[in-house]
């Protein structure tokens, strides 16, 4: 087991290395740059600077970059040991001082909403599986394609245009408004859980859905096979001869779902983020990269395909776990 | 060698029809095997109609609009969806018509308000409107619907320069069910190619190929697709920009594909009449395409039909959040950027019409990939 969590380790870093090479090519794509964005903004304030390449070379020498992607590219990539993903340029600021807490809550919603998605599609693919073609089954169905073909920034502009129609305030944020600048404490985290759910729901429901399929499929599958109708026989009571046998194989497919369902879910609370306006990284990465702030950009990506990739490797140890033909192959 | 003698049953030849009626499902070609299999899933069958009269539409849009979508007109900014009454004054059914509206500026809210007025006018089948070019072939000015002069008809209200919605989704079809079928006919070429590639050689090909595909997976699509939508430079055409933003798109979807790819021709591959065909001396390139391709068409065209779903989702998003398309061109994601603050819904929820008709899509095409996919190999056993 340990060595196949080694391996796994393994192969996930020049997976990274290649990640931090796209995800750095990606933001320098837009022709021109900061450098160049901000001496336009000099000529117009002060007409009298004609020597256009010392006020650039003098701007770069300041924030440290050079004309050289492969060098900016070292230069930043050097740093990640140590904590240290360059500078942002619109907020004046080391990257590694603004990231954390976005990256902080993108995961607190990614997780919970994984977390919800897994125990909904669980005991609804259960059920849905147990009882089929019944009203359940048919409602349940209809939600599930709905919730497929519903995008993520739609389903969060009609909670929160419902918001507005029934308690007469918008949802919007993460926090109440006295929690909005207090630092981190138990109440703060207790305020963030309790205004979660909306994006949670608004994240989850596409991942649900189909998960709810594979996980009702597995189970019509196993309920069929013999071994059901012998724990029946024996006189098993229905609950036992169900969680003990069928679910056990029916967890496998919906645990092996985790690990394309992460990059799902990251990239979906990301526009919820910018529609619901959550202080999470969805908005500031945006910002970021329409502003042409090169390392912030570049370090949020990175690290919400870092996130993902964790993920997978988790999910890969826990199919491992529940699995012994996967660990053993 | 010995000639065998075998005695040739006497039947006529309606007795041989007849045979051949009993078991027709047997001697049914493939074609016709999966059309029948098709044909049992009727809500597939239903969203197939439905996509094909969608795409109709978008093709003959300035027929089917009701208005000049570049029309400005201040006199009817955030109109509601304009009522249709089909009872007259007597209170007998009638053809549909509407009543003029007038606008009138409240005193005490400062708003607009629109108050419908008496005289009427009958909604109008062929009617004469505004003219266009047909197809780009010659003038029209006919429409299917219309009124005259001095009624005007929003089916869906208006925007907030007095546009009519109903017409500009009409219109937004265009965009929106082009870019999906484009962005999937190039994910198809990569897909192919690079899964063909895949699955047929194997080996260090085959590693390096599906690990470039595990890395683009596990990248978040949508911050991605932000990172290149935002890199396309703010003058280009609105035109370049639309190919663009269907390239962008069309780079991710085809990894899907080309899993799909590679797991039938890796199987397809061994089958014997391919190695039959190897041994015979047969190129590769024949072999692909004579063998391999032949029987994988049915499952490209039904993993393709799921991947167009998520290309116009993307699409819309990434219009809403004004990275994709920008106007003046017209799709469901730029029409839906109207809708971006909640006091604009809530004042005015007719302005959400266009996702209606996102999600409608999605749903048919999604319901048409799973009809498609069942039909995809006739010869399984359905469970």
């Known amino acids: 087991m340990l060595q196949y969590i080694l391996r796994r380790c393994l192969i996930s870093i020049p997976t990274l290395i290649i990640i931090s090479i796209v995800s750095f090519i990606l933001i320098q794509l837009p022709p021109g740059d900061f450098v160049d964005a901000y001496i336009s903004e000099r000529l117009i304030v002060d007409g009298s600077i004609n020597d256009v390449d010392a006020l650039r070379a003098s701007i770069q020498a300041e924030l440290g970059i050079s004309d050289s992607m492969i060098v900016n590219y070292f230069n930043w990539i050097s740093g990640f040991p140590k904590g240290d993903f360059g500078y942002s340029f619109q907020h004046q600021k080391p990257v590694s001082d603004l990231i954390w807490g976005k990256l902080g809550l993108t995961f607190l919603i990614t997780f919970v909403t994984l977390v919800f998605t897994l ?74 859980l309790s205004h979660i759910w909306i994006p949670v729901i608004v994240v989850g429901t596409a991942g649900t859905a189909s998960q709810i399929r594979i996980m009702r499929a597995t189970m019509m599958d196993e309920l069929h096979k013999p071994y059901v109708d012998t724990a029946r026989s024996k006189g098993l009571p229905t609950y036992k001869v ?28 990301a526009i919820v983020a910018i529609v619901l306006s959550l202080p999470t990284t969805g908005p500031y990465l945006l910002q970021a990269l329409q502003g042409q702030d090169m390392y912030l950009a570049g370090t949020f990506l990175m690290m919400l395909a870092v996130l993902t990739i964790i993920g997978t490797l988790l999910s890969d140890i826990i199919l491992a776990l529940l699995d012994p033909r996967i660990r053993l192959s | 060698m010995t000639s065998t003698n075998t005695t040739v049953p006497d039947f006529s030849e309606a007795d041989l029809e007849k045979q051949q009626k009993g078991n027709d499902i047997f001697y049914a070609s493939k074609k016709r095997l999966m059309w029948l299999r098709f044909k049992q899933h009727k809500v597939a069958l239903f969203s197939a109609i439905m996509i094909i009269l969608f795409y109709f539409v978008a093709i003959f849009a300035h027929f089917f609009s009701v208005q000049d979508i570049n029309k400005f ?14 009872v007259d004054n007597e209170g007998d059914f009638t053809w549909p018509y509407i009543k003029n509206i007038t606008r009138r500026l409240n005193m005490e809210t400062l708003e607009f308000e629109y108050t419908t007025g008496e005289e009427t006018y009958p909604i109008k089948l062929f009617h004469r409107g505004y003219s266009y070019m047909f197809l780009g072939l010659f003038e029209s000015n006919l429409h299917l619907i219309g009124v005259d002069d001095g009624g005007v008809l929003f089916l869906m209200g208006s925007d907030k320069l007095g546009r009519d919605i109903f017409s500009k989704v009409v219109h937004g079809a265009r965009i929106s069910l082009s870019i999906g079928l484009i962005g999937v006919f190039l994910s198809l070429i990569f897909g192919t190619i690079l899964g063909g590639i895949s699955g047929f050689y194997g080996g260090r090909t085959d590693t390096l190929i599906q690990r470039v595909i595990e890395i683009l997976m596990s990248f978040p699509s949508i911050p991605l697709w932000m990172a290149l939508a935002a890199s396309l430079p703010p003058q280009w055409s609105p035109l370049v920009v639309y190919f663009m933003i269907t390239l962008i798109l069309s780079l991710i979807g085809w990894t899907g594909i080309a899993r799909v790819v590679r797991g039938i021709v890796m199987r397809l591959k061994e089958e014997k009449y391919t190695e039959a065909a190897l041994l015979s001396g047969a190129s590769n390139f024949y072999i692909i395409r004579k063998h391999l391709l032949p029987g994988a068409t049915s499952f490209i065209i039904a993993q393709a039909t799921l991947s167009i779903p998520a290309m116009i989702i993307a699409e819309t998003s990434l219009s809403f959040l004004g990275i994709g398309l920008r106007p003046p061109v017209v799709s469901w994601g730029v029409l839906l950027q109207e809708a971006q603050s909640v006091t604009v819904i809530a004042n005015n929820p007719w302005v959400l019409y266009p996702a209606l008709f996102v999600i409608a899509v999605v749903l048919f095409f999604n319901f048409l990939g799973d009809g498609l996919r069942d039909a995809a190999d006739p010869y399984m056993n359905r469970a």
């Open chain 1, 242 to 269: 169900i969680l003990k046998y069928p679910v056990r194989h029916a967890v496998t497919p919906l645990a092996s779902t985790i690990g394309w369902q992460l990059p799902e879910l990251v990239s979906g609370s």
């Open chain 2, 73 to 86: 007109s201040a006199k009817y900014t955030y109109v509601s969806p304009t009522e249709i009454h089909f």
């Open chain 1, 119 to 192: 125990i909904t599609a669980f005991i609804t693919g259960i059920i849905s599986a147990m009882k089929p073609y019944t009203l359940f089954d048919y409602i349940v169905s209809f939600f599930g394609f709905l919730g497929l073909a519903v995008p993520n920034f739609l389903l969060a502009l009609l909670l929160m245009y419902l918001s507005l129609d029934w308690f007469g305030t918008p949802f919007s944020g993460l926090f109440s408004p006295e929690y909005l600048n207090a630092p981190w404490s138990m109440d703060k985290l207790w305020d963030a």
